[in-house]
């Protein structure tokens, strides 16, 4: 099994920066996820750690340091569409690859 | 057309009844997986399938059945439906690459 944790609520300021932060307990660590989903739709998929460091994509980038057991997602230049909840996932490789949620961020940008 | 489909998009049932929820895919994908999410609350795990002849129980199976009818279809039933099943229900399906791909998710109303 696996503890995901990850703030509950965020609010930050239209072209602001937020970093998000997700610790997690896992055995066979294999991937860490981000997914952003707005309210009463699918999760979309943003990014995918498996090696330590960090990937960026645009304006979000996503950090991994897996001997901390920590990710943290990076948005950068908010914009009011990016107010939505964000979803940690961990995928283990003794659990058939499947993925394993946190209870997901709500972030609120304001103008 | 959407990669991920579930059927039906809403649906209000009354306490006790038996409700199917479907899932259809067209990514040629072999896993395929039924989420639940509660308001607030992180996707949790009800049941998985890696392929036609092969069902596993999730994080929260009790009340809840699966049918994995063909590769690309995999069915949710609530026996006997009770208020608590009240959620948004979400299917997904991964390649056994990095990201999975939802559907649209079914809003589920037992009264």
């Known amino acids: 099994g696996q503890n995901i944790d990850q703030p509950t609520e965020m609010t930050a300021t239209e072209g602001a920066i937020v970093q998000i932060n997700c610790t997690y307990q896992?055995?066979?660590?294999?991937?860490l996820f981000w997914y952003q989903q707005h309210a009463g739709e699918a999760p979309t998929f943003l990014s995918y750690?498996?090696?330590?460091g960090l990937e960026e994509k645009g304006r979000f980038s996503s950090f991994l340091s897996r001997s901390k057991g920590y990710s943290y997602l990076l948005l950068k230049e908010l914009q009011m569409k990016d107010s939505a909840s964000y979803l940690c996932?961990?995928?283990?490789?003794?659990?058939?690859?499947?993925?394993?949620f946190g209870g997901g961020t709500r972030l609120m940008v304001k103008p | 057309d959407a990669d991920v489909t579930q059927t039906p998009r809403n649906r209000i049932t009354k306490t006790g009844k038996r409700i199917m929820l479907e899932c259809s895919q067209t990514?040629?994908?072999?896993?395929m997986y039924w989420y639940r999410q509660d308001p607030g609350l992180g996707l949790r795990l009800i049941y998985y399938?890696?392929?036609?002849?092969?069902?596993n129980k999730g994080e929260i199976s009790d009340g809840y059945s699966v049918s994995r009818q063909a590769q690309a279809k995999f069915s949710l039933s609530l026996e006997s439906a009770i208020p608590n099943q009240t959620a948004l229900y979400f299917c997904?399906?991964?390649?056994?690459?990095?990201?999975?791909?939802f559907g649209q998710g079914t809003r589920l109303t037992v009264v």
């Open positions: 990514k040629g994908h072999d896993r």
């Open positions: 399938s890696f392929d036609v002849k092969d069902i």
């Open positions: 896992t055995s066979g660590f294999n991937g």
């Open positions: 997904a399906t991964t390649g056994g690459g990095t990201e999975a791909f």
């Open positions: 750690n498996v090696l330590d």
């Open positions: 996932a961990v995928r283990e490789d003794n659990a058939g690859n499947m993925l394993t």
